[in-house]
C-alpha cells in the first residue's frame, strides 16, 4: 500500500493539471436595462448548438428561467402546435418578430445561440436574446466569449461543455442583476 501512494500523488498533480479552467468575456453593451419576467407567455426557441451540448444546456435553461417565470415558460420543441422556423436568426427585423407572435400566440421569445469563434482555437460564443413578440421588438441581447485558458493539447467534449455553459452562466447573472420578476 505504502508504494502506491507515490503513484497516487502524481496521478492527482497530473490529473489536476490536464483540467483547464475557462475564461469569459462579456460583451459590453449599452443596455442597462434587464428583463420583465411579472407577465406574459413565454416560449423558449430551438437552442442552436451541437448534440453533444444541446440537452444539457436546453434542461439549464428551462430551469433557470423557470425560477422566473414558473409555469409561464414553455419549450418550443415540445408544442408541434407552433407554427415556427427550427433556426429563428438573431438580431431578426421586426416583421420576423411579429411572423414570430403570429405563428406562436406567445408575448416574449428566447432565443439562444452558441458557434466556435475559431475552429483551430477554443473559442466559443453564446448569444441570448429576449423578443417582446407584441411589440416587435428586441428587448434583451447578451454575448459572451468564452475559451479555455491553457488552448494546447487535445480537447475533449467536456471542456467545450463547460465553457458553453460557463458563458451562458455569465449572461444569467447579468440578467439577475438588472431585472425583476
Excluded at 420543441?77 to 438580431?91: M, V, Y
Excluded at 411579429?98 to 448569444?127: A, C, P, R, S
Aim: include cysteine; hydrophobic fraction near 35%; glycine fraction near 6%.
Amino acid at each position: 500500500m505504502k508504494k502506491n501512494i507515490p503513484f497516487l500523488i502524481l496521478f492527482f498533480i497530473f490529473f489536476l493539471s490536464s483540467c483547464s479552467r475557462g475564461i469569459y468575456q462579456k460583451e459590453i453593451t449599452t443596455q442597462t436595462t434587464g428583463i420583465d419576467f411579472s407577465n406574459g407567455k413565454w416560449l423558449l426557441g430551438n437552442i442552436d448548438a451541437d448534440y453533444s451540448i444541446k440537452d444539457k444546456l436546453t434542461q439549464i435553461v428551462i430551469k433557470d428561467f423557470s425560477k422566473y417565470l414558473n409555469n409561464r415558460l414553455v419549450n418550443s420543441l415540445n408544442d408541434s402546435s407552433l407554427l415556427i422556423a427550427n433556426k429563428i436568426p438573431l438580431n431578426p427585423s421586426k416583421s420576423v418578430i411579429l411572423d414570430l407572435k403570429k405563428g406562436t400566440n406567445y408575448d416574449y421569445f428566447i432565443n439562444i445561440k452558441y458557434h466556435n469563434e475559431n475552429k483551430n482555437w477554443n473559442h466559443y460564443i453564446v448569444q441570448l436574446e429576449v423578443y417582446d413578440l407584441n411589440l416587435g421588438q428586441i428587448i434583451y441581447s447578451q454575448r459572451v466569449r468564452g475559451a479555455l485558458r491553457d488552448n494546447s493539447g487535445l480537447t475533449t467534449s467536456k471542456p467545450i461543455k463547460g465553457i458553453v455553459i460557463g458563458c451562458y452562466q455569465v449572461i444569467m447573472k447579468d440578467i439577475a442583476m438588472k431585472s425583476r420578476n
